[in-house]
C-alpha cells in the first residue's frame, strides 16, 4: 500500500513539472511574438496562428490551458498590450496596475 501511495505521489509531482515545463514554453511564445510585434508589427497574428496550430494546441492543452478561440483572443490582447511575460508577473507591475486602477476609480 505504502508503495502506491508513494507512486501516485511521484506520478503527481511529475505531472505538475511537466504542466509548470509546458506554460513556460507558452510564456516564451508570448514573448518572441511580443519581439515580432515591436520589430515588425505582426506580434497578435504570430500568437494566434501559433495558438491555433496543432502544436500550439498540444502545448496550450498540455499546459492545462483549454485551446479555445477566448483563450486566443486573450492571447492576441496580452501581445498587444507589448507588455513582457516577465513584467507582466512582477510584483511592481501588479500594484503598478492596481494603483491606475485605483486612481482611475477614484
Do not use: H
Not at 501511495?5 to 511521484?10: K, R, Y
Not at 509548470?20 to 496562428?49: C, H, M, S, T, W
Not at 501588479?94 to 486612481?103: K, L
Amino acid at each position: 500500500m505504502r508503495d502506491f501511495v508513494d507512486g501516485t505521489a511521484f506520478n503527481n509531482e511529475q505531472g505538475n513539472r511537466a504542466r509548470k515545463l509546458f506554460a513556460a514554453v507558452v510564456l516564451a511564445a508570448l514573448d518572441d511574438a511580443i519581439a515580432d510585434d515591436k520589430k515588425y508589427g505582426n506580434g497578435p497574428e504570430q500568437i494566434a496562428r501559433w495558438a491555433r496550430s496543432r502544436d500550439g494546441r498540444e502545448v496550450l492543452s498540455c499546459a492545462g490551458i483549454d485551446p479555445n478561440e477566448r483563450v486566443v483572443t486573450g492571447l492576441m490582447d496580452f501581445v498587444g498590450r507589448g507588455v513582457r511575460t516577465s513584467v507582466a508577473l512582477s510584483r511592481e507591475e501588479s500594484e503598478r496596475r492596481n494603483a491606475a486602477q485605483q486612481a482611475e476609480a477614484a
